[in-house]
């Protein structure tokens, strides 16, 4: 028992050691802290009173400059400002937010009154409904408005993923672009009452112009699948002296060009899209795939070469769209099937057709002047695959009544197209244009001399049409520009059959804000 008294006593001494040990060094660190805040104190004290003095002390004058001084070396600070960097792009991590807004004034001898929904919103070109004068809004004339969300962001080396989310909208009605709305607003209607209609790819979707993502690779090129806009349609942009401008160009106002034969085919749906470089040379090829029962989107594809040497640059576009559809307003006094039913978003009238084209292209630059042209040859045969009234179109439209049979003689419509872009200075092009298209004689029955009709008693006459346009465009600020133009159209023959009046002018003067 003692024994154990003891070792208990023992342990409770060592325990006791210990605890005061520690206490100690809680002690002696507590004490360290104490006097490190003290010293803090004290400097913090000492900065505020030498703050406190130097505040009371009057400030010093730099030495008098003469009056003027500040205003010679104007120029000398406003250089030394525009070389400073200054990022106000609306990118982050790689996604990008842009647009573009165009309004303008415009006067024409011969117009429609202003449509709310058609993309171009008047008739820029001479139109079937053309035929009172015209003076007020022009909106879109030079480039269309339009707001987008794009990226391109690595996912490895080498390897990047990309996208485009694009709409187009007209800023005199806030709404979107919508072509086929246009035309379903004119059905019904004599030709003297109608407003500005415009058959059109961008037809009231979410993204009208573009919905698609896919990868790139410097060495192995772009895929890309969605909606996309077709190869001729970037050849038009690319290679019109005006480009593709709505109020300055035939191929801009009227997208059979840049569709291969039909306006709704510059903008494929359901499509893939692939283009790679190699060295000065280029190759793409695109496909659209057929929308299946019930709907009217048919098969296309597009195959293009190019190539760049010495400031000229050529490319060639073949395309092949099998049951194209060129629309218009239904009939005065058309009377649909009962059975229709489902309009969608609106019945329209379709013309429908096989399409082929080839497109050559070629630009040259030379110190401040650029050389632009194109051709295309555009045949239009009856459809294989016929299509029925009923079936639903672009943009979620319908077709209240189709005609199969409209070119049981081959269409033949040709473009050429030629101009020039001089930069007068850097912040002044002058762009000057001309445009010729011309469509064969596929009337069976219908002639007049040497068995070929050449007047506008039917539309399936020969015809022709022809613009000249000039543009100045002054770039006065980092993101906005001023431009005035002009554009004179004439048509003739069969392409002039059903017209109010063969010519018209369009004067405009417009702003332009870019992001």
């Not at 390897?159 to 672009?177: C, D, E, I, M």
């Not at 050849?235 to 300055?248: I, L």
């Not at 160009?249 to 359901?270: H, K, V």
């Not at 499509?271 to 000065?280: D, E, H, M, Q, T």
Request: hydrophobic share 40%; charged share 15%; with cysteine.
């Amino acid at each position: 028992m003692k024994t154990t008294i003891l070792f208990a006593a023992t342990v409770f001494t060592v325990a006791t050691t210990a605890h005061a040990s520690e206490l100690s060094d809680i002690q002696q660190q507590s004490k360290l802290l104490r006097e490190q805040n003290q010293a803090l104190t004290k400097r913090i004290a000492d900065l505020e009173r030498r703050q406190r003095r130097l505040e009371a002390q009057p400030a010093k004058q730099p030495p008098r400059q003469p009056a003027n001084s500040m205003a010679a070396d104007y120029p000398a600070y406003k250089a030394e400002y525009k070389k400073a960097p200054v990022n106000d792009s609306l990118t982050w991590n790689g996604i990008t937010l842009y647009g573009l807004v165009d309004m303008g004034v415009t006067y024409q001898n011969h117009g429609a009154p202003l449509s709310s929904t058609a993309g171009l919103g008047l008739n820029y070109l001479i139109s079937k409904n053309s035929n009172g004068s015209y003076f007020g809004v022009g909106g879109n004339a030079l480039s269309s408005s339009f707001v987008g969300l794009k990226g391109n962001v690595e996912l490895t080396e080498g390897l990047n993923g990309v996208f485009n989310l694009q709409t187009g909208f007209n800023p005199w009605s806030a709404k979107l672009s919508d072509g086929l709305g246009s035309i379903v607003q004119n059905n019904g209607l004599a030709i003297g009452q109608q407003n500005t209609f415009a058959d059109s790819a961008k037809d009231g979707q979410a993204f009208n112009v573009a919905a698609y993502a896919g990868l790139s690779s410097p060495i192995y090129g772009t895929l890309t699948y969605g909606r996309q806009s077709a190869l001729t349609s970037d050849g038009v942009a690319n290679y019109d002296p005006m480009g593709n401008s709505g109020a300055f160009s035939l191929i801009g106002f009227q997208g059979a060009t840049g569709g291969g034969g039909a306006t709704e085919n510059r903008i494929f749906d359901n499509s893939f899209k692939y283009a790679v470089n190699v060295g000065p040379f280029r190759a793409a090829a695109e496909a659209q795939l057929r929308a299946g029962f019930g709907g009217a989107t048919g098969n296309a594809f597009q195959g293009q070469i190019g190539a760049d040497y010495a400031g000229l640059s050529v490319d060639a576009i073949v395309s092949r769209v099998e049951d194209a559809i060129t629309s218009a307003p239904l009939p005065v006094g058309t009377v649909l099937p009962a059975t229709l039913t489902n309009p969608g978003n609106g019945f329209v009238a379709g013309t429908v057709s096989d399409n082929s084209s080839v497109m050559l292209l070629a630009k040259y630059a030379i110190g401040p002047v650029k050389i632009l042209g194109g051709y295309e040859y555009m045949q239009f045969a009856n459809p294989k695959n016929a299509l029925l009234a009923g079936n639903s179109i672009v943009g979620g439209y319908t077709l209240g009544t189709v005609n199969n049979t409209n070119f049981t003689t081959d269409k033949i419509l040709q473009v050429f197209w030629g101009g020039a872009k001089y930069a007068v200075r850097p912040d002044v092009d002058l762009s000057v244009a001309y445009y010729h298209e011309m469509q064969n004689s596929f009337q069976s029955g219908a002639v007049n001399v040497g068995g070929v009709c050449t007047t506008s008693a039917f539309a399936q006459c020969s015809g022709q049409l022809d613009a000249v346009s000039f543009v100045v465009d002054y770039r006065f600020a980092k993101r906005f520009d001023a431009y005035a133009g002009i554009m004179w159209s004439q048509v003739s023959n069969g392409l002039s059959n059903g017209f109010l009046q063969r010519s018209s002018i369009d004067p405009t003067v417009g702003l332009r804000f870019q992001f």
